[in-house]
């Protein structure tokens, strides 16, 4: 299992920083990080969000941090492929590959805001053939040929696409993972699903063993393709120190907060999503139920956070390994504490937790 990051570059009022305060703390946490041996970076493209999310150009800020490490890989997801055009998306993908020299790993998924859909002109009726349209673009663009295409939604008549990417066959590609019948589209597409932070361990593991049972259907044992074996990346808010009660006292209000926030963000719209989102209002009633009794305890219980001394966080760990999880997304105090205590918790973890999983 390897342990990655999570940012939404959150801005809250009460934490006394302001954006380009945040974004450059995490840039330098991002700098901090590869030392300590986390894997990837991943951060999310979300639009007008105050205070929760600002991280709405991640293709800019993560080729920022490509100039600044050398090994920790730069996760882009995912990006909302309804509202984003397949080439440029396939543009910026391939820019950020060059500069990074091979370190992209591309996220993709429908997205969920019918305010982002209405403000970028998209009809969210139409969002599964749209991404459907987009992925094939993409995915054919990375083999260096010309693309010609002819959809419902997009028409290319031989578009070199400029540049190309440098990672052969091509970066990862993950899609958000939400409805169970998005696992069974990953499966089939042979490529990695990736599970937001809003959903409770219970539900995650049942869908985790549908869409290995969905791979095995397709593909049996063996890979989809060159790179392309089943994983799943699991989305947690994370806080780990010494002494599991400081911890906890810290992480408290930050990750009250962000969760809060998540839910307080998506419940509304989940609930009130169009045709082929019916699986999103079932998430958004949960949310509102667990809104009611929000704590750190209800997320602990509920699997959505691990906040604790280096042995307990290890013990709840073992149990995403062991149903399958390949990456775990750590939102270190949920990116919403003082940068001092983000590293401080990113020290700990990986001098007492990443070397207990190899």
């Known amino acids: 299992m390897r342990f990655d990051l ?19 703390d995490t840039l330098s946490e991002l700098q901090f990080a590869e030392e300590c041996g986390f894997a990837t970076a991943w951060l999310v493209e979300h639009h007008f969000m105050p205070e929760y999310s600002h991280s709405s150009s991640p293709e800019l800020f993560l080729a920022a941090a490509s100039q600044r490490t050398e090994r920790l ?83 290319l008549d031989s578009v070199d696409i400029l540049p190309k990417v440098v990672q052969q066959p091509h970066p990862p590609v993950w899609t958000a ?15 990695g699903a990736l599970v937001g932070p809003f959903k409770p361990w219970f539900m995650v593991r049942e869908d985790i063993k549908r869409y290995r049972a969905a791979w095995t259907r397709h593909y049996g044992n063996a890979a989809a393709g060159p790179g392309q074996n089943p994983r799943v990346g699991m989305t947690v808010g994370i806080f780990c120190l010494e002494d599991g009660d400081e911890a906890r006292r ?80 750590c939102a270190v105090g949920a990116g919403v504490l003082p940068t001092e205590q983000i590293r401080r918790s990113m020290h700990v973890m990986a001098r007492d937790v990443l070397p207990a999983f190899g």
Not at 8 to 15: D, K, Q, T, Y
Not at 269 to 287: F, H, M
């Open 6 to 24: 999570f940012y939404e570059l959150s801005v809250p009022a009460f934490a006394g920083r302001d954006e380009s305060q945040v974004f450059h």
């Open 177 to 191: 993972a939400v409805s169970p019948e998005s696992y069974d589209l990953a499966a089939e597409l042979g490529i």
């Open 250 to 329: 810290i992480a408290k209000e930050g990750i009250v907060w962000f969760y809060r926030q998540l839910l307080g963000q998506t419940r509304p719209v989940l609930e009130k999503l169009y045709a082929s989102y019916e699986y999103y209002r079932k998430v958004g009633r949960l949310s509102g139920l667990i809104d009611k009794t929000l704590s750190l305890a209800t997320l602990e219980t509920l699997g959505m956070v691990i906040v604790g001394n280096p042995e307990h966080c290890v013990r709840k760990l073992r149990a995403f390994e062991a149903a399958g999880v390949d990456h775990v997304l």
């Open 73 to 155: 890989r730069l996760g882009h997801a995912i990006v909302p492929l309804p509202y984003n055009h397949p080439v440029r998306v396939a543009e910026r993908l391939a820019t950020l590959d060059v500069l990074s020299e091979g370190r992209l790993e591309f996220g993709f998924g429908r997205g969920f805001s019918p305010k982002e859909y209405a403000s970028f002109g998209a009809d969210m009726a139409d969002s599964r053939t749209i991404t459907r349209e987009a992925l094939d673009i993409i995915l054919r663009s990375f083999d260096g040929t010309p693309v010609s295409y002819r959809g419902r939604h997009f028409q």
